[in-house]
């Protein structure tokens, strides 16, 4: 009976529920403060994906340090000397962090990337000259394959520079010919016309077509250009449909593009 009345029983449950207590505590006011955050952007995901990940850091950051202050304050209820055992930690902890220095630089990169909001999978970036989609990050690591099925696989504390064509709207650059001889009124006519009926019938395009107008003179015909804003990285798919459209709207208006002709004479 004395020994179930001894702090020696009873402490070491009071500090196990308590951490248990605290940990949950902790984890509802971290997930309740960026609640806020991620119901705002639930429709971006690439920010959605960010928060999650930050999110799942720091809970299981602050399990762990719960954990090791829980176990040092049961060891010291039985007269294990503690302060001993954090000296110990520290010299094990210098040790591991010289013999593991790049292995702490990427750990530390990949919170920088993900807090910093560098890029998150799904995203088309480039690193060090080697452009694809982003298939995995972690905190050692990142992966990027490229349209050939190549992946790359990155330790973090290289990335130090990112080109990241997932963060904003593309755009879709059109250039067509057309012969001098032509009716530019017309010309002109018959592309805004494409702009107007086209905007909402191909896929991936966010806001107006425009026709720029003539961009240059060119030895065999007139330039001109039209462009589109589209969702990341769907610019060339939008470029190859408006050039589909223009050569179909072209031949029904009668209207020529310029091509290299040959001519040949017999004497």
């Known amino acids: 009976m004395e020994f179930f009345l001894s702090p020696k029983f009873y402490l070491p449950i009071l500090y196990i529920c308590g951490g248990i207590l605290i940990n949950g505590i902790v984890h509802r006011i971290i997930a309740r403060f960026f609640q806020t955050k991620q119901s705002a952007i639930l429709k971006n995901s690439h920010n959605y994906k960010k928060t999650s990940t930050v999110v799942t850091l720091i809970q299981s950051i602050i399990r762990y340090v719960i954990a090791i202050i829980v176990i040092l304050l049961i060891l010291s209820v039985y007269g294990v000397d503690v302060t001993s055992i954090i000296a110990g930690l520290g010299i094990v902890g210098a040790v591991a962090g010289l013999a593991f220095q790049d292995t702490l630089k990427d750990f530390l990169a990949g919170i920088f990337i993900i807090v910093e909001n560098q890029y998150t999978v799904g995203d088309t970036v480039e690193i060090g000259g080697f452009t694809g989609e982003v298939t995995y990050l972690g905190l050692k690591t990142t992966r990027i394959k490229d349209y050939k099925g190549a992946v790359k696989i990155l330790a973090n504390h290289y990335i130090t520079e990112v080109i990241n064509y997932s963060m904003n709207d593309s755009l879709a650059i059109v250039e067509v010919q057309v ?89």
Do not use: W
């Not at 018959?190 to 702009?195: D, E, H, V």
């Not at 091509?259 to 004479?265: A, G, I, N, R, S």
């Open 179 to 267: 012969s001098y001889e032509d009716d530019l009124n017309k010309i002109e006519k018959t592309l805004c016309k494409i702009a107007t009926e086209q905007r909402d019938q191909i896929p991936n395009i966010t806001g107006d077509i425009e026709v720029q107008g003539i961009t240059s003179l060119d030895a065999s015909g007139i330039i001109y250009r039209v462009t589109a804003p589209t969702k990341s990285m769907e610019q060339y798919g939008v470029e190859r449909a408006l050039r589909k459209e223009i050569k179909l709207a072209f031949d029904k208006a009668n209207i020529r593009i310029p091509y290299p002709q040959v001519e040949v004479h017999n004497e």
